[in-house]
């Protein structure tokens, strides 16, 4: 960066350009942006980020980010608790929130299975997984803020690639022996998609998942 720039202004469109999807370009036109807008709308972000840290916490059950200990969606007593969906990152369950259909609770796994990148199943919340579906396939089920449940299915909602099918198959493994049933979200064809330009495996995918029309 050149020192045509103020330093403040060089500092800040460095750390821009480390954020994911933030190219040195676009750090620019974020810097400037700043620079020209009003204090007190840069006070407000500053506030917002700073607020990322300090009222941020895990929800030591589903592993999502909450403002408090169990998150929303674990407290609920109008969501199914004995159906757990499993995804790999938290925006994940917010595109599965947002479709307004799912009852159950989540299960974050914040990552998934990479040997390449030295991501395996310690680096990842699978232990805590099994351990909530052991508690919960009990007779008395899982216990949580003075009631008992039962966990009845997990569904794996991993991505549709080889690290995702690799997390799926290596969860499906580890909760084999629980009375629970393990399923797989259905992969295929999408929307507006032309079957013409669909690769071999989406088509498979297609064709073994089909259902009643």
């Given at each position: 960066m050149t020192n045509f720039l103020p330093k403040s202004i060089r500092t800040l469109i460095e750390e821009f350009s480390r954020l994911p999807g933030v190219g040195p370009k676009s750090a620019q036109r974020l810097?400037?942006?700043?620079?020209?807008?009003?204090?007190?709308?840069?006070?407000?972000?500053?506030?917002a980020v700073t607020g990322l840290k300090d009222d941020i916490v895990f929800c030591e059950t589903c592993w999502n980010i909450a403002e408090k200990n169990p998150c929303y969606v674990c407290d609920n007593p109008s969501r199914d608790k004995s159906l757990i969906c499993v995804v790999e990152e938290i925006l994940d369950a917010v595109a599965i929130e947002k479709m307004g259909e799912f009852s159950g609770v989540y299960h974050v796994l914040?990552?998934?299975?990479?040997?390449?990148?030295?991501?395996?199943?310690?680096?990842?919340?699978?232990?805590?997984?099994?351990?909530?579906?052991?508690?919960?396939?009990?007779?008395?089920?899982?216990?949580?803020?003075?009631?008992?449940?039962?966990?009845?299915?997990?569904?794996?909602?991993?991505?549709?690639?080889?690290?995702?099918?690799?997390?799926?198959?290596?969860?499906?493994?580890?909760?084999?022996?629980?009375?629970?049933?393990?399923t797989r979200i259905a992969r295929g064809l999408?929307?507006?998609?032309?079957?013409?330009?669909?690769?071999?495996?989406?088509?498979?995918?297609?064709?073994?998942?089909?259902g009643d029309f």
């Open positions: 810097a400037m942006h700043l620079l020209r807008s009003p204090r007190d709308k840069i006070e407000s972000l500053g506030q914040h990552g998934r299975l990479s040997p390449v990148d030295g991501i395996g199943p310690d680096q990842l919340k699978i232990v805590e997984l099994v351990k909530r579906i052991e508690n919960g396939s009990k007779d008395d089920g899982e216990f949580s803020e003075g009631k008992s449940y039962k966990i009845n299915e997990v569904i794996l909602a991993t991505n549709p690639s080889l690290e995702g099918e690799a997390t799926a198959l290596y969860i499906q493994k580890a909760l084999i022996g629980f009375d629970v049933k393990v999408p929307v507006g998609g032309d079957v013409e330009y669909a690769d071999e495996i989406t088509l498979m995918r297609a064709m073994k998942g089909r």
